[in-house]
């Protein structure tokens, strides 16, 4: 949605790291979630981090909060060909349920 | 465990008809989420359920959309009059309810309006 920004495309090499960012405007954004679909597919729960965090990792991935700027990335380690979809940050506020998507970016994984 | 599972998985309607679309969300959710996804952009909130009440319908375009949750588990969202701008993937979530708990997503529905 308007609420959440995210660049369209990104073309990483196999085996380097993959940087995907995410800019939101609501600054009583408290959660924030990073999601992978792939084609045909729905959507699938990568990680998700509060906003009182800076950082999370999980195993090949991890995360970034900038609450200042209001920006959230997600760093993919190692990025292999199964890494190719269109990933999409989402935010949603406390006391509030339902999310907000970016529009996703596209990461295409190249040998 | 079971994820959330949607039927049908592809539905093809002629403009102006009735469709229903199914959501079964993962067992001892008990909020449900309904979103609209169109080609090339992310989902957009149609409604959100808690238990069998709908708790926040905000994102329903217009009155040709409904949906139901009468035992507080299976959902079926509703468009009547279809029109061809109705054309997306419908996809269904369900989370444990508490602010913060994360949506399981479904696979979809694709539904295409002629």
């Known amino acids: 949605g308007e609420d959440v920004e995210q660049s369209l495309f990104l073309s990483v090499r196999e085996g380097d790291s993959s940087v995907i960012n995410c800019t939101y405007t609501d600054s009583s954004s408290t959660y924030l979630y990073w999601y992978k679909q792939e084609p045909g597919a729905g959507l699938q729960l990568l990680t998700y981090?509060?906003?009182?965090?800076d950082m999370k990792q999980d195993q090949r991935l991890t995360v970034l909060l900038n609450k200042k700027d209001k920006h959230l990335s997600l760093r993919i380690a190692d990025t292999q060909t199964g890494d190719s979809a269109i990933y999409f940050c989402?935010?949603?506020?406390?006391?509030?349920?339902?999310?907000?998507f970016g529009a996703g970016t596209t990461v295409t994984v190249r040998a | 465990g079971a994820g959330v599972s949607q039927t049908p998985s592809n539905k093809v309607t002629e403009k102006g008809k009735y469709v229903e679309l199914r959501c079964d969300p993962i067992?001892?959710?008990?909020?449900l989420y309904w979103y609209r996804q169109s080609l090339g952009q992310g989902p957009e909130f149609l409604i959100y359920f808690q238990g069998t009440g709908a708790a926040d319908d905000s994102g329903l375009p217009n009155d040709r959309f409904f949906a139901v949750r009468p035992e507080g588990s299976v959902s079926t969202l509703k468009i009547q009059r279809t029109e061809r701008g109705d054309s997306a993937v419908y996809l269904c979530?369900?989370?444990?309810?508490?602010?913060?708990?994360?949506?399981?997503f479904g696979n979809g529905t694709r539904l295409t309006v002629t």
């Open positions: 067992s001892g959710h008990t909020a």
């Open positions: 979530a369900s989370s444990l309810g508490d602010s913060g708990s994360p949506l399981h």
């Open positions: 981090i509060f906003s009182n965090m």
């Open positions: 989402a935010e949603t506020t406390l006391n509030d349920y339902k999310l907000s």
